[in-house]
């Protein structure tokens, strides 16, 4: 049975009633984190992840860049699965749905915040997104805030960290066993 976990954002900027995300991650982290996605600043992006992760396409989704102090990186639906995937690609691929068009907001990159992946195209985001860390705020303005973690920063804390300059999880890295979302 998949964990459902129903979660209210109330923010002081612009308080609104957000999607509960709940990923269940096995590995080094082990461990359940909550994320409330708003709905109100990147409603594609969010109804992205929700399609996607409805569809369990999330499920089994490596960590595949992670940089310490920075921020874990995962959604790689294509190349990113532990079972089946490319490890070698993964970070490169993205479901077949299209690309997303930017929907940049004044919320700023903080701890606990997730954003979408993207290119250097700013319209290019499709399936992955980030965790941060710490805050960032060279990445204010210029990648979509699609939510935040409520809960389970310490298994986030936890995510296998990778190594050089990219943060390329090298061996076993950790995986989102399994991805739901309730309303």
């Given at each position: 049975m998949r964990n459902l976990i129903t979660a209210l954002a109330l923010l002081a900027a612009?308080?609104?009633?957000?999607?509960?995300?709940?990923?269940?991650?096995?590995?080094?982290a082990n461990g359940t984190v909550t994320v409330d996605l708003f709905e109100?600043?990147?409603?594609?992006?969010?109804?992205?992840?929700t399609e996607l992760a409805e569809a369990g396409a999330y499920d089994g989704v490596v960590f595949h860049r992670v940089i310490d102090g920075f921020m874990?990186?995962?959604?790689?639906?294509?190349?990113?699965?532990?079972d089946g995937g490319d490890m070698a690609r993964a970070g490169s691929g993205g479901s077949d749905l299209p690309d997303l068009g930017a929907?940049?907001?004044?919320?700023?990159?903080?701890?606990?915040?997730?954003?979408?992946?993207?290119s250097q195209n700013p319209d290019s985001a499709n399936s992955q997104f980030f965790i941060m860390f710490a805050a960032a705020p060279h990445l204010n303005g210029q990648y979509t805030v699609v939510?935040?973690?409520?809960?389970?920063?310490d298994v986030v804390d936890a995510i296998k960290r990778g190594t050089g300059p990219?943060?390329?999880?090298?061996?076993?890295?950790?995986?989102?066993?399994?991805?739901?979302?309730?309303?």
């Open positions: 612009s308080p609104a009633v957000a999607t509960g995300l709940s990923i269940d991650i096995a590995g080094e109100d600043v990147a409603p594609e992006h969010v109804a992205r992840i874990a990186q995962t959604g790689d639906v294509e190349f990113g699965k532990l929907e940049f907001s004044d919320r700023p990159f903080e701890r606990g915040v997730i954003g979408m992946a993207r939510g935040k973690v409520t809960d389970g920063m990219n943060g390329a999880v090298v061996g076993k890295p950790d995986v989102m066993t399994d991805v739901t979302v309730t309303e």
